[in-house]
């Protein structure tokens, strides 16, 4: 059984940073792309940024500049740094990462539970 445990969302007021951790584990064979996504109320799911196994980033336009995302592959762990957060980035931070298991011919995406990060004017 694989598991996506994500951790370091809370309150924080504009202008303020937060730090978001994910970490897989269970019996993994291979990890691909890692990422995160967020869902505010009301509102669709929507990336926020994506790394490769190799380091290749991508990122929303609307958190350019202000987030970073990076992985430690020995650990099985994303990392999500933003600063000059805001209160449009309230929402709840999903961590996805489209792995394979030891079991599994192919990979397939799994995501974590979500964490809230509420940005306060």
């Known amino acids: 059984q694989v598991q996506l445990v994500e951790s370091g969302g809370g309150p924080v007021q504009a202008g303020g940073s937060l730090r978001l951790s994910c970490a897989a584990s269970g019996r993994i064979f291979s990890i691909n792309a890692m990422g995160w996504y967020r869902q505010a109320p009301g509102k669709q799911r929507e990336l926020v940024a994506t790394i490769t196994s190799d380091g290749s980033t991508n990122y929303a336009d609307s958190v350019k500049g202000r987030f970073t995302i990076s992985r430690d592959n020995a650990k099985k762990t994303v990392y999500l740094q933003m600063n000059s957060l805001q209160p449009e980035d309230t929402a709840v931070y999903y961590c996805?990462?489209?792995?394979?298991?030891?079991?599994?011919?192919?990979?397939?995406?799994?995501w974590g539970q979500g964490t809230q990060v509420t940005v306060s004017s």
């Open positions: 996805n990462a489209d792995l394979r298991t030891v079991t599994q011919p192919r990979s397939s995406a799994y």
